[in-house]
């Protein structure tokens, strides 16, 4: 029996190429990473990365598009499937923590240092923009634009922070295993939607 292993395709290999790099730019940040380390775990010569990508800013900020558009394309179909406004608030985090619990890497890739790159980090300024964007229309209504869009800002950063908590706590020794994602995702959701309903609610322009 032949052992050849299978040449990837270039849609595979290009695919393969972006979760290495994912993984190392989270790990490492942009500024450390190197299109040679890259190369190297991916199983690739330099020249091969190239052909499929420019530069390592033009890899960074595809990685950064890809990961916030399948952020907030499951963020908008679960909003869109709920059945009321409350039910909206709650779908709609557990799909952000879902990616927090299943892609680690791609929350990091989002949310982990910044690099000093004006125009990297302005793309990930964007991307937090998006979600508060999508976050918006589930704001109670009777409250002018600038002040629905501030408390949408607000309600990003709680999720951050709760988010960025939660990974501290299971990487910290001791630790319990890791638990079942969508009943994990769900868990968080529901006690952030819980503090985000009841603070909305009681909004008054």
């Known amino acids: 029996m032949s052992t050849t292993a299978r040449r990837l395709s270039a849609d595979e290999r290009r695919r393969q190429l972006f979760d290495v790099a994912l993984q190392l730019f989270a790990e490492r940040g942009f500024e450390a990473a190197t299109m040679d380390e890259i190369a190297e775990r991916a199983g690739v010569t330099k020249p091969l990365l190239y052909q499929h990508f420019s530069s390592k800013r033009a890899l960074y900020l595809e990685l950064v598009d890809s990961v916030a558009e399948e952020l907030l394309g499951s963020i908008g179909q679960a909003t869109a499937a709920a059945a009321g406004p409350r039910e909206q ?17 791609a929350f990091r890739l989002l949310y982990g240092s910044r690099p000093a790159d004006d125009e990297l980090g302005v793309a990930l300024r964007r991307v937090e923009d998006a979600i508060a964007v999508a976050i918006d229309p589930l704001i109670a209504a009777g409250l002018d634009d600038e002040h629905r869009r501030f408390l949408a800002y607000a309600v990003v950063g709680m999720a951050e922070g709760a988010s ?17 994602a969508d009943a994990e995702a769900q868990r968080l959701a529901r006690r952030l939607a819980d503090l985000a309903w009841a603070g909305l609610r009681a909004v008054h322009a």
Do not use: C, L, N
Not at 89 to 103: K, L
Not at 167 to 173: H, L
């Open 89 to 105: 608030v709650e779908d709609g985090f557990a799909a952000y923590f879902r990616m927090v619990v299943t892609h680690e890497t």
């Open 164 to 180: 960025r908590h939660w990974i501290e706590t299971r990487a910290a020794p001791g630790a319990a295993p890791a638990p079942d």
